[in-house]
């Protein structure tokens, strides 16, 4: 972290470390981030690269060096300063170069490589937005000290920020799973070689796994509306439904929260590697990853839970896509599944698995710094998680931004096309390796999977049943204001295939609790309809998370 007061510039490190830098002008800080304080980190994997210094500016240090405090509307739009600003000459001047993103929040300036060493310096400018207040809270406001112990826990917890969280959850996949590893050749030299279990090249998607205008629709009328038999369409939850009678003499709604349901559900789902082979009328293999068309129209569940095979829980009504899970799913409920044709992928591998366990490692260690660790009861746990972000407020940060990790890392592999493309274009995101959305479609049908298992588990045993999910939270009428009021528990433990309370990923904590009058109340003003658990934290009605 640079910050520059009284004519002196200053790096605060990480650790506390607070150093003099000499440099006067930008080039001059990118060589003495290389050559004399030698940040970085090292590799996760032995085929990867160590990774970047990040240099975060404050608004001073931009001063200092040139650069402005602050982006003017057009620059903002443009997500950079204009090549022509006279700090991008001075980099070039001195051999440096930027890559296509320019110089904007997050800038990369290097020289190519000499001798397997790198020369990449990675910027991150808090006074641009580099640090979105919905994944950071209000990191960018915070003394240069406090944010490089904020920035600096979560580089060594999950990965240096190589940019929004999304993105670097995008980049701590290939950094655990580099595309290429070096091997020897016949003739005894090193070469470099595709490396096993990575995704190694770009492969063009399914049809129906590609979004609305996607080169290889085409051929498809304008503005023509897909149907579930054209379109692979693997959601999370958004379903709510009335209370019954008996729900309404309950006193209260509580509401649950998966912890990291995403990375969960990442964890030991097996995806695929490579291109999609399409089969026609394919006998349904559980184990293999890819994208089936059947219909499971004939399915009927009880009405009082989602139906686990669509996002707004209403039951199918004819042959639809379906990643594997889901399928599996129907199957595993008993049901005969006939698939029409499929897109399989017979090259396939647990991608994930590693990415899930550095960032299930990073959020626990985060929430043990909390106060909230593994092994507490249910009992001591929800005691521990009242005001566990009051007892490190930076930590709480690091926090939430480990989750916005999770969540735009799997949003990032159907990243969409940007402002200035035209449908039946490609756009940049398409050539990249992991521009996979049947990856991102196997992991949200796996979680939605998983909510529908554990409910219908508490719907037997119980009796219960939710009235409302939206993703990772359910809601339930209870008796009690909290979960321990109506989860299930036997001699103290709770009951297999059920919810269980713990800090874990895929166990769940308390999201909220509100009173039966106030949902009765919403609805009435809003609609039987209205989704509960978009609401049941605040109480308050708000406007959908961009992030749902």
């Known amino acids: 972290m640079v910050d520059a007061a009284d004519g002196e510039v200053t790096a605060y490190c990480v650790g506390g470390l607070v150093l003099d830098v000499p440099a006067k002008s930008l080039p001059a800080l990118?060589?003495?981030?290389?050559?004399?304080?030698?940040?970085?980190q090292p590799r996760l994997h032995r085929s990867g690269k160590d990774a970047d210094p990040l240099v975060v500016l404050t608004a001073a240090a931009c001063e200092r060096y040139g650069l402005p405090a602050e982006l003017s509307d057009e620059e903002r739009l443009a997500g950079r300063v204009p090549e022509s600003h006279k700090v991008v000459r001075q980099l070039k001047k001195a051999d440096w170069q930027l890559t296509k993103?320019?110089?904007?929040?997050?800038?990369?300036?290097?020289?190519?490589?000499?001798?397997?060493?790198?020369?990449?310096?990675?910027?991150?400018?808090p006074a641009w937005h580099a640090l979105d207040?919905?994944?950071?809270?209000?990191?960018?406001?915070?003394?240069?000290?406090?944010?490089?112990?904020?920035?600096?826990?979560?580089?060594?917890?999950v990965l240096t920020p190589r940019g929004s969280t999304a993105v670097t959850g995008l980049e701590l996949m290939t950094a655990l799973h580099p595309p290429t590893r070096a091997v020897k050749d016949d003739h005894g030299q090193w070469v470099s070689a595709p490396n096993p279990g990575a995704l190694t090249r770009v492969v063009d998607c399914a049809p129906c796994e590609a979004p609305d205008g996607h080169p290889l629709l085409a051929h498809l009328p304008r503005f023509h509306q897909r149907t579930p038999a054209e379109m692979l369409r693997e959601e999370a939850y958004d379903w709510a439904r009335p209370l019954t009678d008996e729900e309404c003499m309950q006193p209260y709604l509580v509401g649950i929260d998966v912890n990291m349901a995403f990375a969960a559900a990442a964890n030991r789902t097996v995806v695929g590697l490579g291109a999609p082979v399409h089969v026609h009328n394919p006998a349904f293999d559980p184990s293999l990853?890819?994208?089936?068309?059947?219909?499971?129209?004939?399915?009927?569940?009880?009405?009082r839970l989602p139906s686990p095979f669509t996002p707004d829980g209403d039951a199918p009504l004819g042959p639809a896509w379906y990643a594997t899970p889901t399928v599996a799913y129907a199957q595993e409920l008993g049901y005969e599944v006939a698939p029409l044709e499929a897109y399989v992928r017979p090259e396939h591998g647990p991608y994930l698995d590693a990415w899930y366990t550095r960032l299930r490692d990073a959020y626990v260690a985060t929430m043990a710094d909390l106060g909230v660790t593994t092994g507490m009861t249910p009992e001591e746990f929800l005691t521990a998680m009242d005001g566990h972000k009051d007892r490190d407020p930076q930590l709480a940060l690091v926090l939430a931004a480990i989750k916005a990790t999770v969540k735009g890392g799997i949003g990032k592999l159907r990243e969409r096309a940007r402002t200035g493309w035209?449908?039946?274009?490609?756009?940049?995101?398409?050539?990249?390796?992991?521009?996979?959305?049947?990856?991102?479609?196997?992991v949200i049908s796996k979680a939605r999977i998983n909510m529908h298992r554990k409910m219908l588990a508490t719907a037997r045993t119980t009796g219960q049943y939710p009235v409302a999910v939206l993703s990772d939270c359910?809601?339930?009428?209870?008796?009690?204001?909290?979960?321990?009021?109506?989860?299930?528990?036997?001699?103290?433990?709770?009951?297999?295939?059920?919810?269980?309370?713990?800090?874990?990923?895929?166990?769940?904590k308390h999201e909220g609790t509100q009173s039966v009058l106030?949902?009765?109340?919403?609805?009435?003003?809003?609609?039987?309809?209205?989704?509960?658990?978009?609401?049941?934290?605040?109480?308050?009605?708000?406007?959908?998370?961009?992030?749902?």
């Open 30 to 40: 990118v060589e003495w981030t290389l050559a004399e304080a030698r940040l970085g």
């Open 101 to 125: 993103r320019g110089f904007g929040p997050w800038a990369r300036i290097y020289r190519p490589a000499q001798g397997g060493r790198r020369n990449c310096v990675q910027l991150c400018i």
């Open 133 to 157: 207040a919905r994944h950071w809270g209000d990191a960018a406001e915070l003394p240069p000290a406090e944010l490089a112990r904020i920035l600096g826990t979560y580089a060594a917890r």
């Open 289 to 303: 990853p890819g994208s089936w068309l059947v219909d499971l129209s004939h399915i009927r569940l009880d009405p």
């Open 422 to 442: 035209r449908p039946g274009e490609r756009w940049p995101a398409l050539e990249r390796p992991t521009w996979r959305p049947d990856i991102r479609a196997a």
């Open 474 to 508: 359910a809601v339930y009428a209870s008796a009690g204001p909290g979960p321990l009021d109506f989860l299930p528990c036997k001699d103290g433990k709770p009951l297999p295939g059920g919810f269980r309370i713990g800090v874990s990923p895929g166990m769940v």
């Open 518 to 548: 106030w949902a009765e109340g919403l609805r009435e003003e809003h609609g039987d309809h209205l989704n509960l658990a978009r609401y049941i934290k605040s109480g308050q009605i708000q406007l959908p998370d961009a992030g749902e």
